[in-house]
């Protein structure tokens, strides 16, 4: 049992890490600068990160697609893809405007 969970904790501190690093690139130049700016990364930009791709992964799956359209590359696939991900971009843009005379300090 105890072996079981240490594997576990191993591998959600592994894909935490890689999330982390993932999350790190993305805002590269606004490297967090102390601890607050830290904590607001992990408590916030890795569950962006993985809603991110949860979103994105159901956007370009098959069983959307199809019901879009029947080839498996078509205009109107792209363009559901292009106008669903561009509300989710904007959305995360307004937020990130909005939160960075909250935030901006804890970056570089």
Not at 17 to 37: E, F, M, R
Not at 50 to 69: F, H, K, M, P, T
Request: overall charge positive; glycine content about 6%.
């Amino acid at each position: 049992m105890k072996a079981r969970i240490k594997r576990y904790l191993l591998g959600f501190s592994i894909a935490m890490s890689v999330y982390l690093i993932l999350v790190l690139l993305y805002i590269y130049p606004h490297l967090p600068k102390d601890y607050t700016g830290w904590i607001i990364v992990c408590a916030v930009g890795i569950p962006l990160y993985v809603l991110w791709e949860v979103v994105v992964g159901y956007v370009i799956s098959r069983e959307v697609g199809s019901e879009i359209a029947s080839k498996s590359f078509s205009i109107k696939r792209i363009m559901f893809a292009v106008v669903a991900l561009s509300v989710v971009i904007t959305g995360l843009l307004l937020m990130s405007n909005m939160l960075q005379p909250l935030i901006g300090d804890h970056f570089r």
